[in-house]
């Protein structure tokens, strides 16, 4: 599995999402978006529904009708009826998350604490390929 880890520290979550939601679609994958709260889901599904006029991101909850459809799936928790086969966990919080090609965890500034604990309690697994990115003057850069 690959795991990366993205500081978020530019752009809002939403943003962030959008892009890889982007990406993720655009290599015929399905995707599954995690975060805790509420309001934050909500914001994301916006922000997917609003990725652009030509360009919108089809989202639904994980838990409403019809979810295996969508390719892109927002819980609060792993379950991707879907059959997605990436996750981004949105809210920063790292979840044990087997079952998926790549992870994404997002996380702000003040959240690096926990992610770097994170990524030491990913180490000496061989079936995990970590990777850490940073915003530089807007764009995304790969750091280890």
């Known amino acids: 599995m690959k795991l990366d880890f993205w500081q978020v520290t530019d752009d809002p979550v939403e943003k962030v999402v959008a892009l890889i939601a982007r990406r993720v679609l655009g290599e015929g994958e399905r995707l599954l978006v995690v975060a805790g709260d509420t309001e934050q889901r ?27 459809r969508q390719p892109i799936l927002l819980s609060a928790d792993l379950a991707a009826p879907n059959g997605a086969t990436h996750l981004v966990i949105a809210d920063g919080r790292f979840r044990e998350s087997e079952g998926f090609a790549r992870v994404f965890l997002l996380f702000a500034p003040e959240a690096a604490p926990q992610a770097r604990a994170a990524w030491r309690a990913q180490d000496g697994r061989e079936d995990i390929t970590r990777s850490y990115f940073a915003q530089e003057n807007g764009r995304w850069v790969k750091k280890a």
């Open 42 to 68: 909500t914001a994301i599904a916006r922000a997917l529904w609003e990725a652009g006029p030509d360009s919108f991101l089809a989202n639904g909850a994980a838990d409403s009708p019809g979810a295996d």
